[in-house]
């Protein structure tokens, strides 16, 4: 056991510990920081959610009034991808100031980050209400971890004020992200033989016109900050034999969606749009996020981050985060994406986040949960309760 709170050996010690989704393998990295955080006075709790599949909740329980801190943070990784790394991926090695390994950005330098800032600023936080830590597995398949832990532990954000989400933002907080509707488009026809087509009905060609109509499809819905929703048919197959009628076929289909785009009412109007030729069932189904860059938490923490990245204005990531699984539809509290990692690093060969950047993020956090416990003392409290209220 590493009693280390040494960001980049915890970091190191992270990557060692493969945790590659698909196919989804969490509970070494999770037992593993289940007895790491148990031994410096965190309450833990592992949830299974299927065979090696695991997230972890850890508290640090404060003994004083107010809401508590959240910090969201995903344990597995995407795969290793087909070409050829030049490092161990699995050795976390250092070169030249970058730490490699996969998972280096994305995102276990964003957890060892917020779970060293935490470590450090317990006695502080005894004051306070204290901190959880969600950290989920399944997030690069859509968020399979996060939405098992809204489900077993539905009380998962009681008493939470705000939520920190670690993803990689080279320490730049982001104050949310588009949605993401993931469908799968399944055309039946009849089989029958390619010299005689009037006989059969071809699945191909349904799928063809469905697409054709997604495409004519007006995405209309456009966001300040994260531009237009927009829609990507990723893969497409279909028949067996070049001289068969198909009688089958299917296609995938990735919508991002901005705030005030419903999925289920964009559902039914795909569903209306494609009618009989195509049946279309959901896979990855993530609302956007969205916190006002107004709300005056997230004031705080633009103030708190400027120190260290320069003057702020409001920006979104590209890419979808638990944070829109595991803030309440009713958004009762603000959400931001913060964490060190490179954003450009994420899913690649040779991924690295830099050293500098991983212990800029511990300083950053520390900062984020030194105004928190500041904004808990009796005499903040009125100004935290307005802040943790952006409906
Ligand atoms: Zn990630």
């Given at each position: 056991m590493t009693d280390t709170t040494d960001v980049v050996e915890l970091t190191r010690q992270l990557i060692r510990i493969r945790s590659i989704?698909?196919?989804?393998?969490?509970e070494e990295c999770a037992r593993w920081l289940a007895a790491y955080l148990d031994s410096l006075g965190f309450v833990t709790n592992l949830m299974s959610f299927g065979q090696g599949r695991f997230n972890l909740v850890a508290d640090y329980i404060g003994k004083g009034g107010g809401k508590v801190l959240a910090f969201s943070g995903h344990l597995d990784t995407v795969p290793l991808g087909s070409a050829a790394w030049?490092?161990?991926?699995?050795?976390a090695e250092i070169r030249d100031g970058r730490l490699y390994g996969r998972?280096?950005?994305?995102?276990k330098s964003g957890i060892a980050a917020f779970l060293v800032a935490c470590i450090e600023s317990r006695d502080a936080l005894l004051g306070t209400a204290g901190v959880r830590l969600l950290l989920t597995g399944g997030?690069?398949?859509?968020c399979d971890g996060a939405r098992a832990l809204t489900k077993s532990?539905?009380?998962?954000?009681?008493?939470?004020g705000a939520l920190i989400v670690?993803?990689?933002?080279?320490n730049y907080p982001c104050v949310g992200h588009k949605g993401a509707l993931w469908l799968k488009g399944s055309a039946v026809g009849v089989s029958a033989h390619g010299a005689m087509p009037e006989a059969g009905v071809n699945a191909i060609y349904k799928v063809m016109d469905a697409i054709d109509r997604l495409r004519a499809f007006d995405l209309i819905h456009r966001h300040p900050l994260m531009g237009a929703a927009s829609m990507n048919v990723g893969t497409i197959q279909g028949g067996l034999n070049v001289n068969s009628v198909p009688d089958q076929a299917t296609f995938e289909v990735d919508f991002r969606t901005v705030p005030g785009m419903e999925h289920q009412g964009l559902r039914a109007d795909l569903a209306a749009l494609l009618g009989d030729r195509v049946e279309l069932a959901p896979f990855v189904d993530v609302p956007p996020l969205e916190t006002s860059a107004s709300d005056p938490w997230i004031q705080r923490v633009f103030h708190c981050c400027a120190r260290f990245v320069g003057a702020i204005e409001p920006k979104v990531v590209p890419y979808f985060t638990d944070g829109s699984v595991l803030a309440p539809r009713s958004r009762e509290f603000p959400v931001v994406v913060l964490g060190?990692?490179?954003?450009?690093?994420?899913?690649?060969?040779d991924e690295y986040c830099r050293v500098d950047r991983l212990l800029e993020g511990v300083e950053v956090y520390k900062s984020l949960l030194s105004d928190w416990v500041s904004q808990s003392c009796p005499a903040g409290n009125a100004s935290v309760e307005e802040g943790a209220v952006a409906k």
């Open positions: 989704n698909p196919p989804g393998d969490e030049t490092v161990d991926p699995f050795a998972g280096a950005t994305d995102m997030e690069e398949t859509g532990s539905p009380d998962y954000h009681e008493g939470v670690g993803e990689p933002t080279r060190p990692g490179e954003p450009d690093m994420m899913h690649k060969t």
